[in-house]
């Protein structure tokens, strides 16, 4: 049974205005020590879809790992048990939410290796305008090594998604969208959004916001959940997706609503 979570006016308008909000203390600290033991759980067996995204030459980690809420019963209590479904209908203005996938981002102490500014919708096979992410630490994150968003860059338009490591162009082919800004060669030219986090607190964001992080001196263990809402639908990709959905049975057609198992109805 999904809590509801009463979200004030401010936060409804801000997320609708920048594609991104924080909402304080969204989470119990019972909830956080779920997901705290599941992401631990998770980095002890990581899926076959686990990479590390930092080179080997940096001094600390950065471990990711998606959609593991099948397997993880922690994961699938948090999703199916705190307020993160309810907070996520009132920001998309969605009478149903569904669940698309699940992802763990573990930075360990020392990580140099920053999350590009990127928009997360260009990776997935999803069209559609009501959908939100959540990410949530279970660590305390300083304000230098939180996430950051570009505010407004949800009303699009869509960005080349690339790799982190190597900035290749495997999804859309080159020149089929525009390139993304130099956020970092001159931050003063956008509107960043930031916030330093402390467990239960949780972001909020938009898929296509544009969004990034540096590094971290201390570990940085958070969990992401993506949603989607009433006019999302599937999108039949050429290429592989990230993260994949190879295992879609039966498939989906394209343009298809997300009336799927492997895509739960939380609310409606």
């Known amino acids: 049974m999904i809590p509801k979570f009463d979200l004030q006016v401010d936060a409804v308008s801000d997320f609708a205005r920048d594609g991104a909000v924080i909402v304080r203390s969204a989470f119990t600290p019972e909830q956080v020590a779920l997901v705290e033991r599941g992401i631990e759980r998770n980095l002890a067996d990581p899926s076959p879809l686990a990479l590390v995204a930092s080179d080997p030459d ?3 980690r950065f471990v990711e ?7 993880i019963d922690e994961y699938e209590r948090f999703i199916r048990e705190s307020a993160a ?7 998309m203005a969605s009478t149903t939410v569904r669940l698309h996938h699940d992802h763990m981002l573990t930075k360990t ?15 997935y096979n999803i069209d559609g305008l009501q959908n939100v992410s959540m990410w949530m630490p279970v660590d305390p994150v300083p304000l230098g090594s939180t996430l950051e968003f570009v505010a407004g860059t949800h009303r699009g338009p869509w960005l080349m998604p690339r790799t982190f490591k190597d900035n290749q162009a495997k999804w859309f082919p080159e020149g ?19 916030w330093a986090l402390e467990p239960g607190d949780a972001l909020f964001f938009h898929m296509l916001t544009l969004h990034g992080s540096a590094g971290s001196l201390g570990r940085r263990r958070a969990y992401s ?12 990709r050429p290429w592989r997706t990230s993260p994949p959905f190879e295992d879609l ?19 409606g």
């Open 58 to 60: 940096d001094p600390g």
């Open 65 to 71: 790992d998606f959609r593991n809420w099948t397997r």
């Open 225 to 236: 959940v993506r949603f989607v809402g009433d006019d999302a639908r599937h999108a039949l």
């Open 176 to 194: 089929t969208l525009g390139e993304l800004p130099e956020v970092e060669a001159d931050r003063d030219s956008f509107p960043i959004l930031g």
């Open 249 to 267: 049975d039966p498939p989906l057609a394209d343009g298809a609503a997300f009336d799927h198992p492997l895509f739960p109805l939380l609310i």
């Open 109 to 123: 102490a020392n990580t140099r290796q920053r999350t590009p500014w990127h928009q997360d919708q260009p990776y």
């Open 85 to 91: 479904a309810s907070i996520a209908r009132q920001l």
